[in-house]
Nanobody
Framework: QVQLVESGGGLVQAGGSLTLSCAASGIIFSAYDLGWYRQVPGRQRELVATTTSGVSTHYADSVKGRFTISRDNAKNTVYLRMNGLKPEDTAVYYC??????????WGQGTQVTVSS
């Protein structure tokens, strides 16, 4: 059974920092591309950052220079370090694990709220 469990969300003031974690089980973690997405009510889920099994990374323009995605294959965990948070970063953040076109899994989400 595959599980992705996010943690680390919360309430923070603008300019502050948070680190999200996503612990995976039931998959060969190192083989998967991993990503963080976010969604606000009434809008589509959007990509925030991804890291491939080869450890290359990609960021949405809105978070470049502020967010950092990283993975620890030994701990089956992917992280999202968020610095310089803005109110517009407020959303539910979801962890995603994808194995090419064969399989994709989502976590349950963690709320991030940035107050102005």
């Amino acid at each position: 059974q595959v599980q992705l469990v996010e943690s680390g969300g919360g309430l923070v003031q603008a300019g502050g920092s948070l680190t999200l974690s996503c612990a995976a089980s039931g998959i060969i973690f190192s083989a998967y591309d991993l990503g963080w997405y976010r969604q606000v009510p009434g809008r589509q889920r959007e990509l925030v950052a991804t890291t491939t099994s080869g450890v290359s990374t990609h960021y949405a323009d809105s978070v470049k220079g502020r967010f950092t995605i990283s993975r620890d294959n030994a701990k089956n965990t992917v992280y999202l370090r968020m610095n310089g948070l803005k109110p517009e970063d407020t959303a539910v953040y979801y962890c995603n694990a994808k194995l090419v076109a064969l399989a994709t899994y989502w976590g349950q989400g963690t709320q991030v709220t940035v107050s102005s």
